[in-house]
């Protein structure tokens, strides 16, 4: 099973790195961009078959390891 | 309008943050981890109201500033 988790920035806390892409683009010139945020994405291969159990493993992943749950927030998505 | 990249390693190129993500899941006492992956996830939102001219300026975004594309794949999902 393959699990998909994205890692993001809670709304309200600064992202430098989404601000500076923002202005990069500008000076590109590209108009008409907004609010860029930057987060991570993890891509995992689990040995588990049953959806239920690797979605409760691969949160407990998040909170453990993958996200800093004080300002980050995570969505798993898994697929067959 | 609102676009969400996704920038990963090509496959074949050596990503040293997944496998260090994959090490410590492992120490942490997750078994059957494998072949993890680690990435970027960009969200933006752009003023353009058609998808066709939409996805092709994040296309440019890309290949000009958010993606490597030498090392780097990337995938681009829009929504209204």
Redesign the interface.
Known sequence: MKARV?V?LKSGVLDPQ?KA?EH??TQ?G???????????????????TDEASARE?VD??CQ???ANTVIETYSIELSA
């Open positions: 994205h993001t989404g892409i990069a683009l590109l590209f108009e008409g961009v907004d609010s860029v945020r930057a987060g991570k994405v993890i891509d995992l291969e689990l040995s588990d493993r407990a992943m453990q390891l993958l």
